[in-house]
């Protein structure tokens, strides 16, 4: 499986209009759209699992197209860890 990282989504794309573009490339097995903690608000960014041959061509054809007038980011996700850097500090409950 592999995940795919997609960015600069409108704030009102829901899990099944994401579920469904990315369809068009191959089963998707799970997305994520990703909400603000405390506001419970959409933070325009998901995560989509696929096969990897499939999140491959998802990615190629989706990358830089245009979804409720935004320009989506799309490239596989990258763990925590391969980021870089850390948050340091403390966690603010």
Same mark, same amino acid.
């Given at each position: 499986?592999?995940?795919?990282?997609? =960015?600069?989504? !409108?704030? &009102?794309?829901?899990?099944?209009?994401?579920?469904?573009?990315?369809?068009?490339?191959?089963?998707?097995? &799970?997305?994520?759209?990703?909400?603000?903690?405390?506001? %419970? @608000? !959409? @933070? %325009?960014?998901?995560?989509?699992?696929?096969? !990897?041959?499939?999140?491959?061509?998802?990615?190629?054809?989706?990358? =830089?197209?245009?979804?409720? %007038?935004? &320009?989506?980011?799309?490239?596989?996700? +990258? &763990?925590?860890?391969?980021?870089? %850097?850390? +948050? =340091?500090?403390?966690? +603010?409950?």
């Amino acid at each position: 499986m592999k995940t795919i990282y997609v =960015g600069n989504l !409108p704030f &009102s794309s829901t899990q099944a209009e994401i579920s469904d573009l990315f369809g068009r490339y191959g089963t998707v097995h &799970s997305v994520n759209v990703i909400n603000d903690k405390e506001t %419970g @608000r !959409p @933070r %325009g960014f998901a995560f989509v699992e696929m096969d !990897p041959e499939e999140a491959v061509k998802a990615i190629d054809a989706l990358n =830089g197209t245009e979804l409720g %007038g935004r &320009s989506l980011r799309v490239n596989e996700a +990258r &763990s925590r860890e391969d980021r870089g %850097g850390s +948050r =340091g500090g403390y966690r +603010r409950d």
